[in-house]
């Protein structure tokens, strides 16, 4: 039973440029949450996805948008690169009625 | 505001020697308090899921215990391998359609042989 995939593993942008990230949940799951994680920070919920909609969005921008496809898929995508979205993004799936999120391995974002 | 606060940070332990990290929480209605390991550069790993206070849950060297204002994970005689990053989080009842983690800054834990 494959877990949550992420890719890719590592990234570099540079300012002002745009990323794409990419999340398959686990077999069963139909509910993506985003998650940014700063070094040496706890992880931050960007936002869920559940029926290809967003359902609920933490404190960040709208620089920060996703989608999620019939399929259960989901993308983050990240416009006008700072230096500050340097992070760890995680996506976490769960069933939609389940309380425990596993998360995947990450996607390290590195912008110069 | 809900909050989730570890302690200590960083912790260092001799192979056997055990001890506790805690979990201290400011929750409006807790739905769960979970626990995770994550290793470097990799993705928090799902540990345990309490719901009410006394609830107790074991896995291995690990014990997570459950009160109304914290949790503690408790590690019998630990090995170099339990040696990560130990994350807490809450879910409130009062977090709408979601079931959105509120985490900890972490406990760092080092086994030295």
């Known amino acids: 039973d494959a877990g949550v995939t992420q890719s890719p593993t590592h990234l570099i942008k540079t300012r002002g440029q745009q990323v794409t990230l990419r999340c398959s949940p686990k077999s069963g799951h139909d509910t993506v949450s985003w998650y940014q994680q700063a070094l040496g920070q706890g992880p931050q919920f960007i936002f869920q996805y559940y029926e290809e909609e967003e359902r609920q969005r933490g404190n960040f921008p709208d620089r920060f948008s996703g989608h999620q496809f019939p399929n259960y898929s989901s993308e983050l995508n990240v416009n006008a690169l700072l230096l500050g979205d340097s992070a760890l993004y995680l996506c976490?799936?769960?069933?939609?009625?389940?309380?425990?999120?596993?998360f995947g391995p990450g996607t390290r974002l590195t912008v110069l | 505001e809900d909050q989730v606060t570890q302690s200590p940070e960083a912790l260092r332990l001799q192979e056997g020697e055990s001890s506790s990290l805690n979990c201290s929480y400011t929750?409006?209605?807790?739905?769960?308090l979970f626990w995770y390991r994550q290793d470097p550069g990799k993705g928090p790993e799902f540990l345990f899921t309490l719901y009410s206070a006394g609830e107790e849950k074991e896995k291995e060297r690990l014990k997570a215990t459950l009160t109304k204002k914290e949790s503690f994970l408790h590690i019998t005689a630990p090995k170099p391998e339990d040696s990560a990053t130990y994350l807490c989080?809450?879910?409130?009842?009062?977090?709408?359609?979601?079931?959105?983690?509120?985490f900890g800054t972490g406990t760092l834990l080092a086994v030295q042989p």
């Open positions: 989080a809450v879910q409130s009842i009062y977090g709408g359609a979601t079931n959105k983690l509120i």
């Open positions: 929750v409006s209605g807790l739905r769960g």
């Open positions: 976490a799936s769960s069933p939609e009625r389940g309380n425990e999120q596993f």
